[in-house]
């Protein structure tokens, strides 16, 4: 009820029936990447909401950067978005209330997250989108460019 041969690389997996072995493909394998996002241009101490796609569906986030001073708010749902939309940078989030991370800049920086930790999108229907709020700090009107470095744990 073994394979004749073996190919390298291959795995083994009892079949459908459960009566023998055989080959199949290992496990999916995830790299480490990164989502970049722009808002369009903000006022000084003005926010929006931007939704940065083709992420996962649930991710280790390793961590957020801006290339202006900002404060960036990332989200488990657009909900948890809107009921979080005016609360204030000094105030801290309530638990479960679906606020993954948040970070506030003086200007083009990464800050990276340790210990790294989970974030997922709590849609009814998870969607491969992260969900984040960027508030402008800066005293002129720009565009925030966020980059979120990550690994993907659900596609």
Known sequence: DTPSTLTAGKWLKVNAGGTALEETDGPPTFARAQAIATTASLAPETAANLDIPNVAKAYALYSIGTDQPAWVTLYTSQAARTADANRAMTMD??????????????GNYTQWVSPMLMGY???????????????????????????????????
């Open 93 to 106: 989030p309530v638990p479960g209330s679906g606020v993954i991370a948040e970070i506030i800049t003086g």
């Open 121 to 155: 999108n709590n849609e009814a229907t998870p969607v491969s989108t992260v969900y984040a709020k960027v508030h402008n700090k800066k005293t002129t009107a720009v565009a925030v460019q966020i980059t979120i470095t990550y690994l993907p744990l659900e596609v």
